[in-house]
C-alpha cells in the first residue's frame, strides 16, 4: 500500500510504493507526486497512482502477452469465419487457465448428462429416475460413440428431429416420443442456465410432434370390477382389486400397501405415493365401505404392524414377465374383460419393434375407473383431486385441499360393487 511522503520545502504530498521488476525479478521502489497539499486527497490519489502503475506492469508481463495472443487468434478465426462456440469455449479455458491456473470444465453432452442424472437423483423419485436413465441412454446410444463424448453444443435441432422420427419408426406413440424428447429437453435447460451453451436442440422439435396416434386410457363399469375381483386367482389379488378400485392407486403403491397406513378406526389410508416420495406429497383417502369390508377380515401381524396388507404381492415385480401387470391382463381374459383396443397393430411378418403394445384398459383402468365414478357421481374436481392425489388440473383432466369431511363425502358418493 502507498505511503505519503513531503519532500523539504514542499507542502505537496507524493505517494511512494514498490511494484515487481520485470526484469531482475525483485521490487522497485516508484516515488510520485499526488498534486495535493490536503492529506485525505493526496490518500486517494496514491492509491489511484499505485494500481495504475500495478496495471501498467501486469500489462506488460508474460500472462498478459499470451493473453493477447489469444485473442489475436480469435479475431483471426472471425475474419476468417471459423469462429464457432467450440472455438470460443476453448479460448475461454486457456485464458482462464493463464489467469488462474484452474482448468474450465468442458462438458460433453455424455458427461453433462451424467451430471444432470446425479443431480436429479436428490430429489426425483426411482420410477422417474428410470425413466430419465432409459431416455437419455436412448439417446446417447443413438448418437453413438463418438457422437455423444462431443462437446454438448455439437448436437443441433436436426440430430434430435431425425431422432424422434427414429423412435415413431421403432414403433413407439407419439405421446412417448413427446416424453423422450422433453427429457432430453431439459438436460439442456439445466445447460444453458449454466451457461454452458445457448440453444435447447429439442426446442423446436418437441411443438411438432404428433401424439394424435396415443392411446386414451379407459374405465371400467362397476359390473366389470365385479368380474375382476371374482375372477382373481388369490384372496391376496382380489384384496388387491378392490384397494386399487376405492384408493386408485398405482399398481406398485396398492401392491405394497402397508398396515402403518391404514386406520380402521378412523375409516383412512394415510400415505405419501412412491410417484410424490421425493416431494413428500401425502393422500389421505378414506375407506369405502367394501374396501372396510374386505379390510376388516384381514387378521392385522402383532408383532409388525408395519408389515404390507399384501405380503405375497408385495415382493412381486410390478412389469417383468410373470409380474403382476401380466397377471392382471391373465385376470381380466379370465374374467372376460375386454382389453380394448391395442397401441397398435402389427401386420402379417411385421416385426414388433421397440415400442411396447398396451391396450386401452389395464391394471391402471382402476385408477381412471374411480376418478369417472367420483364425476359421475357429482363429487367436486377439487374433491376428486384430493382423493386421487393430483396436483394440478392438468394431470386430473387425464383422467376424467378439500377437507377430510369432504373427501368421507366424496367417497361415500361410489356405490357398492354389485355381487358376481
Same mark, same amino acid.
Given at each position: 500500500?502507498?505511503?505519503?511522503?513531503?519532500?523539504?520545502?514542499?507542502?505537496?504530498?507524493?505517494?511512494?510504493?514498490?511494484?515487481?521488476?520485470?526484469?531482475?525479478?525483485?521490487?522497485?521502489?516508484?516515488?510520485?507526486?499526488?498534486?495535493?497539499?490536503?492529506?485525505?486527497?493526496?490518500?486517494?490519489?496514491?492509491?489511484?497512482?499505485?494500481?495504475?502503475?500495478?496495471?501498467?506492469?501486469?500489462?506488460?508481463?508474460?500472462?498478459?502477452?499470451?493473453?493477447?495472443?489469444?485473442?489475436?487468434?480469435?479475431?483471426?478465426?472471425?475474419?476468417?469465419?471459423?469462429?464457432?462456440?467450440?472455438?470460443?469455449?476453448?479460448?475461454?479455458?486457456?485464458?482462464?487457465?493463464?489467469?488462474?491456473?484452474?482448468?474450465?470444465?468442458?462438458?460433453?453432452?455424455?458427461?453433462?448428462?451424467?451430471?444432470?442424472?446425479?443431480?436429479?437423483?436428490?430429489?426425483?423419485?426411482?420410477?422417474?429416475?428410470?425413466?430419465?436413465?432409459?431416455? *437419455?441412454?436412448? +439417446?446417447?446410444?443413438?448418437?453413438?460413440? #463418438?457422437?455423444? /463424448?462431443?462437446?454438448?453444443? &455439437? =448436437?443441433?435441432? !436436426?440430430?434430435?428431429?431425425?431422432?424422434?422420427?427414429?423412435?415413431?419408426?421403432?414403433?413407439?406413440?407419439?405421446?412417448?416420443?413427446?416424453?423422450?424428447?422433453?427429457?432430453?429437453?431439459?438436460?439442456?435447460?439445466?445447460?444453458?442456465?449454466?451457461?454452458?451453451?445457448?440453444?435447447?436442440?429439442?426446442?423446436?422439435?418437441?411443438?411438432?410432434?404428433?401424439?394424435?396416434?396415443?392411446?386414451?386410457?379407459?374405465?371400467?363399469?362397476?359390473?366389470?370390477?365385479?368380474?375382476?375381483?371374482?375372477?382373481?386367482?388369490?384372496?391376496?389379488?382380489?384384496?388387491?382389486?378392490? *384397494?386399487?378400485? +376405492?384408493?386408485?392407486?398405482?399398481?406398485? #403403491?396398492?401392491? /405394497?400397501?402397508?398396515?402403518? &397406513? =391404514?386406520?380402521? !378406526?378412523?375409516?383412512?389410508?394415510?400415505?405419501?405415493?412412491?410417484?410424490?416420495?421425493?416431494?413428500?406429497?401425502?393422500?389421505?383417502?378414506?375407506?369405502?365401505?367394501?374396501?372396510?369390508?374386505?379390510?376388516?377380515?384381514?387378521?392385522?401381524?402383532?408383532?409388525?404392524?408395519?408389515?404390507?396388507?399384501?405380503?405375497?404381492?408385495?415382493?412381486?415385480?410390478?412389469?417383468?414377465?410373470?409380474?403382476?401387470?401380466?397377471?392382471?391382463?391373465?385376470?381380466?381374459?379370465?374374467?372376460?374383460?375386454?382389453?380394448?383396443?391395442?397401441?397398435?397393430?402389427?401386420?402379417?411378418?411385421?416385426?414388433?419393434?421397440?415400442?411396447?403394445?398396451?391396450?386401452?384398459?389395464?391394471?391402471?383402468?382402476?385408477?381412471?375407473?374411480?376418478?369417472?365414478?367420483?364425476?359421475?357421481?357429482?363429487?367436486?374436481?377439487?374433491?376428486?383431486?384430493?382423493?386421487?392425489?393430483?396436483?394440478?388440473?392438468?394431470?386430473?383432466?387425464?383422467?376424467?385441499?378439500?377437507?377430510?369431511?369432504?373427501?368421507?363425502?366424496?367417497?361415500?358418493?361410489?356405490?357398492?360393487?354389485?355381487?358376481?
Amino acid at each position: 500500500m502507498a505511503s505519503l511522503k513531503k519532500r523539504k520545502n514542499s507542502a505537496v504530498w507524493y505517494a511512494q510504493f514498490y511494484v515487481p521488476d520485470p526484469e531482475t525479478g525483485g521490487l522497485l521502489q516508484v516515488r510520485k507526486s499526488t498534486g495535493h497539499t490536503n492529506q485525505k486527497k493526496a490518500k486517494e490519489a496514491a492509491a489511484d497512482i499505485e494500481r495504475a502503475a500495478q496495471g501498467a506492469i501486469k500489462a506488460g508481463s508474460d500472462k498478459a502477452r499470451q493473453a493477447r495472443d489469444i485473442l489475436a487468434e480469435a479475431v483471426q478465426e472471425l475474419e476468417r469465419e471459423t469462429f464457432t462456440g467450440l472455438t470460443a469455449r476453448k479460448h475461454l479455458a486457456r485464458l482462464l487457465a493463464i489467469a488462474t491456473g484452474e482448468e474450465m470444465t468442458a462438458y460433453t453432452l455424455e458427461t453433462w448428462a451424467a451430471e444432470w442424472l446425479r443431480r436429479k437423483a436428490i430429489n426425483s423419485s426411482k420410477a422417474t429416475m428410470a425413466r430419465y436413465r432409459g431416455h *437419455t441412454e436412448a +439417446f446417447l446410444s443413438w448418437l453413438g460413440t #463418438d457422437r455423444r /463424448r462431443k462437446p454438448l453444443e &455439437s =448436437v443441433t435441432g !436436426q440430430d434430435v428431429r431425425l431422432w424422434q422420427e427414429s423412435l415413431k419408426d421403432g414403433g413407439r406413440t407419439g405421446k412417448t416420443v413427446l416424453s423422450y424428447v422433453k427429457d432430453i429437453g431439459a438436460i439442456y435447460r439445466a445447460a444453458i442456465r449454466e451457461g454452458l451453451v445457448a440453444v435447447n436442440p429439442c426446442g423446436a422439435v418437441i411443438g411438432d410432434i404428433d401424439t394424435d396416434d396415443s392411446q386414451d386410457r379407459k374405465p371400467f363399469t362397476p359390473t366389470e370390477v365385479s368380474a375382476l375381483v371374482a375372477a382373481a386367482p388369490s384372496e391376496e389379488w382380489r384384496g388387491l382389486i378392490i *384397494t386399487a378400485t +376405492f384408493t386408485a392407486l398405482r399398481l406398485g #403403491d396398492a401392491a /405394497r400397501l402397508s398396515w402403518a &397406513s =391404514v386406520d380402521l !378406526q378412523e375409516k383412512l389410508i394415510t400415505l405419501i405415493p412412491s410417484k410424490t416420495k421425493k416431494k413428500k406429497r401425502e393422500v389421505r383417502i378414506p375407506i369405502h365401505t367394501d374396501l372396510l369390508a374386505y379390510l376388516e377380515k384381514v387378521p392385522v401381524p402383532d408383532d409388525s404392524p408395519t408389515a404390507p396388507v399384501f405380503p405375497k404381492l408385495s415382493k412381486a415385480r410390478i412389469g417383468s414377465r410373470g409380474g403382476l401387470s401380466e397377471t392382471f391382463a391373465g385376470i381380466m381374459a379370465a374374467a372376460g374383460v375386454d382389453r380394448g383396443k391395442p397401441s397398435r397393430v402389427l401386420e402379417e411378418g411385421q416385426e414388433r419393434g421397440a415400442g411396447r403394445i398396451t391396450y386401452e384398459r389395464g391394471f391402471h383402468s382402476l385408477r381412471h375407473s374411480l376418478t369417472s365414478w367420483l364425476r359421475d357421481a357429482g363429487v367436486s374436481e377439487e374433491d376428486r383431486m384430493d382423493i386421487t392425489g393430483h396436483s394440478t388440473r392438468e394431470s386430473h383432466q387425464i383422467y376424467s385441499h378439500a377437507s377430510e369431511q369432504a373427501g368421507r363425502d366424496a367417497i361415500a358418493k361410489v356405490p357398492s360393487l354389485p355381487k358376481s
